[in-house]
Structure formats: C-alpha cells, structure tokens
C-alpha cells in the first residue's frame, strides 16, 4: 500500500515551519512552560506554579530534573538559530532559577514567582517575530545582569563562610 503524499500546510507570511525533526514547535514549547511554571493554581487566588515548584522540594533531585527539562526549551532556541545573546539570557535564568532552587522552601517560592520557562519561551518568540535583529543595549545590559547575580548567588555562601571563619579565629 502506498503512503498518501501530505497535503503543504499554509503559513501566514513572516512564519517559517519547523523543519520534520528539528525539535520542539511552538505549541509543545509552550505546552513544556505551562507544565514546569502554570500548570496549577492555588484557588481563590491567581497565583500559578507547576512542575519545578513542586519538584523542588524533593532536595537535589528536582531541580536537576526541571533544569533538564528547561534546557529543552534553549535547544529550541538553538535549533532555530536565535542569536547567541538570546541563547545566552536563557542560559542565565535557567542557571538562576536552578541556584536559587537549591535553598529549601524560598527556592521553591522563587520559582513560582520568576517562571523562567515561561520567559524564556516569550523571549524565543520575540526573537523569531523581529528575525536576526541586533542586539540592543537593553539586551546585553539584562544579561549583564543576570549573569552578575548568578555570580553573587554563587559567591555568596563562600563569602559568609569566609566572614563566619574568621569570627571564628578572632
């Protein structure tokens, strides 16, 4: 039996298709962020979080598994050939959310409130909307930032190991 050819889609102008396995399309990306960072909500409220909240309370374990699943939205990017300063913002919030989800219970709270999935699926959406656009200033000076505060997240428990010792000595 022979196999139907396929019918050619029609994409509105400025949208190009994902080539056959070339990775996750827009809708699984955005199915992925909604399962890591809005799946539920906490009635009467309009407060959302999903899986990374919750995995993260399982010490280690969690949050190795969520920033996996994370990384599969950067791959996307990747794949779609988003500029290297796009690719590095993403990088850097899901490095942040994964240090700051390494402190119990406030980790947690953090990644209801920050959804870096969901930013980073709005970040790869803007990029692909405005094409291979320069950066702007704004750009490199967020991800400046990003990076100086994963830099201080990771710092931070050596300098006050550093100040306690030298309590310690005195």
Do not use: C
Not at 59 to 83: C, E, K, M, N, Y
């Amino acid at each position: 039996m022979m196999a139907k050819p396929l019918e050619p889609e029609i994409f509105p102008p400025g949208v190009e298709p994902v080539a056959a396995g070339a990775g996750l399309d827009d809708e699984q990306l955005d199915w992925l962020a909604t399962l890591l960072d809005d799946l539920f909500t906490i009635p009467g409220t309009r407060i959302r979080f999903g899986l990374d909240a919750l995995a993260g309370l399982i010490p280690g374990v969690g949050d190795a598994l969520t920033g996996v699943a994370s990384f599969l939205i950067l791959h996307a990017a990747w794949q779609r050939g988003l500029p290297r300063v796009a690719l590095l913002r993403m990088l850097a919030h899901v490095a942040l959310d994964s240090i700051a989800g390494t402190v119990p219970v406030l980790g947690d709270l953090f990644d209801v409130a920050y959804k870096s999935n969901r930013r980073n699926v709005e970040l790869l959406r803007r990029y692909q909307e405005r094409g291979n656009r320069q950066q702007s200033k704004r750009d490199w000076f967020f991800l400046l930032f990003l990076v100086l505060t994963v830099a201080l997240l990771v710092a931070l428990p050596f300098l006050l190991l550093a100040w306690v010792i030298s309590l310690l000595r005195s």
